[in-house]
C-alpha cells in the first residue's frame, strides 16, 4: 500500500486501487486541488467536464468530483452517461472548458480506478501541468461538498450527453458510407469498457454487418487480465473472427483510448504494426503530408517511412503527456506509441480507439484488402519486423539494482549480438543492426516493460530472454 495522503500523477494520471488508496476522500481531496489550480490560472469560470468509464463505481466516484466542483461555485458539465476518454475530451473543445476529469483507470486490471485531468486543449497534461497540479493537491484544504440536486438547481451542475457531438467529428473525418457499403464483416470487442456500441452507431444502415462482444458493463473485465487490447486478453475475439468468416476484429480497451487489431485469421496484428499501417495508410492512400511523432518503443518501421515520405519523426519519452504537445508543435500527421494509443491531426491531440478503428476499417473498405495483406504491403515496402513486449513484476527492493543496470554503459553484447548504439530517452534503448531493445518501469502500474524489435520473431524471443537474464528479473 502506498502512502494514502500523497497523490501522484503517471504518465495519464492517477491510479490506485479501489478502497486502498481511490477512496472518495482521496478523489474529493484531489478534485479540491484541481479546483485551486484552475483558479491559479484564472480559469474555473469556464468550468469542467467530468466523465467517467465503466469500472466499479466510476460513477460514484465521478458524482464527488462534480459536488467538490460545485461547492467551489466551479460549473461542471457532467456526462450522462459512461463515456470513453476521447468523447469526453472532445467536449472540453465544444464547451470551450477548462479542462475535463476523466474518472477511468484505462487498461488497468478492474480492482483499478484513476483520475484524468484534460486541459484546456483537450490533450494528456504536461509534466509540467502535473508537477504544478501535485502541489496544489498537496497544500488543499478539506475539500467542500453541495449535494448534486442542490448543484443543478444553482445551475452549477449541468447534465451533457458527450455521445452526438463526438459521432458528428468521426463523420467528419471518416468516411463512414465506404465502411458502410463495403461488405464487410466486422468483430468488435470493447472488453466490457466504455467503447461499447460505437462502432455499431457510426456503421449500422449499409451492407458491412458488425459482431459485438463483452459489448455490456462488467467492472470484473471476466476472462482477461485487464482490459488492455493485446493479443492474451483478446483470445474470444482471436477465435471468434475465423470462425464466424469476419473481415476483421477491432478491440477497444476500457476507456477507448487504444485499439487493437486482429486480422482475418485469427493473428493478432501488434501494435507496432497497426501505427505503422495508419501511417501508411495517411502518407500513401490519403495522400496528406505531416510530420510523425513516436514514443521510443513504437517501430522504426515509422523511421523508414518518414525517410521514404520526405517527412520527420520525432521520438519522444513514453505517454502522450510528452508526445502530444510535440504533435500540436509540430501539427503532426499521427502521433503514438506501443501501446495501441494515437492521435490524428484534425482532431484532439489524444490518442482515440475508436477513430483509429475506423481509419483502419476505412483502409481496408477502400482498398478490398485484408488486414494480412496490408502488413505483407508494409513489410514489402519497409521490411519484415517483429515484435513483442514482456510485462515482468519485481520485488521492489529490487528496483534500485534494476535501474543500475539499465543505466550500465559496459554492456557491448546481448545475445551474441553487438550493441551499436544506446539512449536513455526513457529506461534504456540498445540498437543492433536490424533490431532495438528497450526497457524501462511503466508509470501507470509497477511493471518493468522490456520491449524487441528485430527481422525474426526467434531473435525477439533471445533478445528478451538475454534481457531478462541480464537485469535479473
Not at 478534485?31 to 474555473?44: C, F, I, K, N
Not at 477465435?239 to 464466424?244: A, I
Request: glycine share 10%; proline share 4%; with cysteine.
Amino acid at each position: 500500500m502506498t502512502n494514502p495522503n500523497v497523490i501522484k500523477f503517471g504518465t495519464d494520471g492517477w491510479r490506485a486501487i479501489i478502497a486502498e488508496d481511490f477512496t472518495f476522500e482521496n478523489v474529493a481531496r484531489c478534485t479540491q486541488g484541481l479546483v485551486d489550480y484552475l483558479r491559479g490560472r484564472s480559469d474555473a469560470e469556464k468550468g469542467l467536464v467530468v466523465g467517467h468509464d465503466t469500472r466499479f463505481l466510476s460513477r460514484e466516484f465521478a458524482e464527488t468530483v462534480a459536488s467538490v466542483c460545485a461547492a467551489n461555485g466551479v460549473k461542471v458539465f457532467l456526462a450522462n452517461t459512461a463515456a470513453p476518454t476521447p468523447v469526453i475530451s472532445f467536449q472540453v473543445l465544444e464547451q470551450e472548458a477548462a479542462g475535463a476529469a476523466i474518472i477511468t483507470a484505462s487498461h488497468n486490471p478492474g480492482i483499478w480506478n484513476g483520475f484524468k485531468f484534460k486541459p484546456e486543449y483537450a490533450g494528456s497534461a504536461t509534466q509540467e501541468i502535473t508537477d504544478v497540479l501535485e502541489e496544489h493537491i498537496a497544500a488543499a484544504q478539506p475539500p467542500k461538498g453541495m449535494g448534486l440536486a442542490q448543484a443543478r438547481q444553482n445551475g452549477l451542475v449541468v447534465d451533457i450527453d458527450p455521445v452526438p457531438a463526438y459521432l458528428d467529428r468521426m463523420a467528419s473525418l471518416v468516411d463512414l458510407s465506404a465502411i458502410r457499403n463495403a461488405g464487410l464483416k466486422i468483430c468488435v470487442d470493447p472488453m466490457f469498457g466504455a467503447g461499447a456500441g460505437y462502432f455499431n452507431r457510426l456503421l449500422d444502415g449499409g451492407t458491412t454487418s458488425l459482431d459485438e462482444i463483452h459489448g455490456w458493463r462488467n467492472p470484473a473485465f471476466p476472462g482477461m487480465e485487464q482490459p488492455e487490447p493485446i493479443a492474451h486478453n483478446l483470445a474470444e475475439l482471436s477465435q471468434r473472427v475465423p470462425t464466424t468468416g469476419a473481415s476483421v476484429g477491432i478491440a477497444l480497451d476500457g476507456d477507448a483510448d487504444r485499439v487493437g487489431l486482429i486480422g482475418e485469421t485469427g493473428e493478432f496484428v501488434s501494435t507496432l504494426e497497426v501505427f505503422s499501417l495508419l501511417a501508411l495508410y495517411l502518407l500513401e492512400e490519403k495522400k496528406l503530408t505531416g510530420d510523425l511523432v513516436k514514443g521510443v518503443t513504437a517501430s522504426m518501421m515509422l523511421n523508414k517511412l518518414g525517410e521514404q515520405y520526405g517527412v520527420g519523426v520525432h521520438e519522444m519519452k513514453v505517454g502522450f503527456k510528452y508526445i502530444g504537445p510535440r504533435f500540436s508543435e509540430v501539427d503532426a500527421l499521427i502521433g503514438g506509441e506501443e501501446s495501441g494509443g494515437f492521435a490524428f491531426r484534425g482532431h484532439i491531440p489524444e490518442r482515440d480507439g475508436i477513430l483509429s478503428g475506423l481509419f483502419l476499417l476505412e483502409y481496408i473498405a477502400k482498398t478490398g484488402k485484408t488486414p494480412s495483406q496490408l502488413v505483407r504491403g508494409l513489410f514489402d515496402r519497409v521490411g519484415a519486423h517483429h515484435y513483442h513486449r514482456r510485462d515482468v513484476t519485481f520485488d521492489a527492493a529490487q528496483r534500485e539494482t534494476i535501474e543500475q543496470r539499465l543505466s550500465a554503459g559496459d554492456l557491448t553484447e546481448l545475445a551474441g549480438l553487438p550493441i551499436r548504439s544506446s539512449d536513455e530517452i526513457d529506461g534504456r534503448r540498445l540498437r543492433f543492426d536490424h533490431a532495438w531493445l528497450a526497457s524501462r518501469f511503466s508509470g501507470t502500474e509497477p511493471l518493468l516493460r522490456i520491449y524487441c524489435e528485430a527481422e525474426t520473431p526467434e531473435l525477439v524471443t533471445e533478445l528478451l530472454d538475454a534481457a531478462q537474464e541480464y537485469l535479473g528479473v
